[in-house]
């Protein structure tokens, strides 16, 4: 086969990708969501390996010119800065982050149910064998407790609430984002975070209680605990989604799914983080306060947690259908 004859049946076997790409306008590619631009990405690349073939094959043709300018409106359209970047957000919270929530529910209502079993079989360990405490708590807690005194009323003796809830925030993300990373372990990292927090939250309980002082502990975790909670819940499901996308995955290679479903469910961290900022001022301010009673920090913890629900579902956001004149 000579050079004109493979060129021509190179062409040949081209031309309906290239006519996609013309049949595609660049503002088109602006409004795709996350796997067809991840496709449109690899087609990017096609093209690119195209246009080093033809200028091989076909040095100064037309062919080559249009690839070339078909090359540079590509680049062009993938490589700009970001637009329309309110309308962007707005739609990331009212319709991203609900959906990806809504496809996790099973997976965090499955490990809400194995916290509180966790806080049960903790509660149980430390109120029949109180000895393993130390297998939970430093001594310097124990010691405390011991002694009628939880380990939450020094907090702001030792720093004023503004550092104490830049500590309490960055310790609360920390917390999700590995979370969130465990899950690479198939999965089973999420479970084992989401059931190691709560048999130390049960254990905890079940030791105050010993000395009368968990009563205490329960005015001070209300006022943030359940968003708190919630949040280490849904950062593990969307780790469990991640071992998900390894165990069955979605795209021809077990890379790839892990790639797609990473890149989907990173976004639920955006919520999360912005969640934990409310959890790290009210856990500051709030819950070290010894003058608000536990009828005050319930109304709080469950007011920011129907407000978690209000966001989570994109009813925050969403735009009120204004009453048509009949």
Not at 19 to 39: H, I, K, N, T, Y
Not at 63 to 69: C, D, M, N
Not at 106 to 120: K, V
Request: glycine share 8%.
């Amino acid at each position: 086969m000579n050079a004109d004859t493979e060129a021509s049946a190179w062409m040949k076997s081209r031309s309906g990708i290239w006519g996609e790409w013309l049949a595609q306008s660049p503002s088109g590619a602006r409004r795709l969501d996350v796997e067809a631009a991840q496709r449109y990405i690899e087609r990017y690349r096609a093209l690119a390996r195209d246009l080093a073939t033809a200028r091989r094959l076909l040095p100064g043709s037309r062919a080559t010119a249009a690839l070339e300018a078909l090359y540079v409106g590509a680049h062009a359209s993938i490589d700009r800065s970001a637009r329309n970047t309110a309308s962007t957000l707005l739609r990331l919270l009212r319709d991203d982050i609900p959906a990806i929530v809504g496809s996790l529910r099973p997976t965090i209502l499955w490990l809400a149910l194995l916290l509180f079993a966790s806080a049960g079989a903790g509660w149980w360990l430390i109120s029949t064998y109180p000895d393993l405490i130390t297998l939970v708590a430093s001594d310097k807690m124990i010691d405390g407790v011991e002694h009628g005194r939880l380990w939450t009323e020094s907090m702001l003796n030792v720093a004023p609430a503004s550092i104490v809830s830049v500590r309490i925030l960055s310790n609360n993300i920390v917390v999700s984002l590995f979370a969130f990373c465990a899950g690479i372990f198939f999965g089973l990292g999420a479970f084992y975070i989401t059931a190691i927090n709560g048999l130390m939250l049960g254990a905890m309980f079940a030791f105050t209680h010993q000395f009368g002082i968990d009563g205490e502990l329960l005015k001070f975790v209300l006022a943030h605990g359940p968003v708190e909670l919630s949040v280490m819940c849904i950062a593990g499901a969307a780790g469990t989604a991640l071992g998900e996308s390894l165990i069955r995955p979605s795209a021809p290679t077990r890379r790839e799914s892990f790639q797609r479903e990473a890149s989907r469910v990173a976004r639920v961290l955006l919520a999360c983080a912005l969640l934990l900022i409310g959890c790290g001022l009210i856990e500051g301010f709030i819950s070290p306060s010894a003058t608000l009673s536990l009828a005050t920090r319930a109304i709080i913890g469950f007011g920011y947690w129907g407000l978690m629900l209000l966001f989570l579902s994109g009813r925050l956001f969403r735009r009120r259908s204004r009453p048509q004149l009949g």
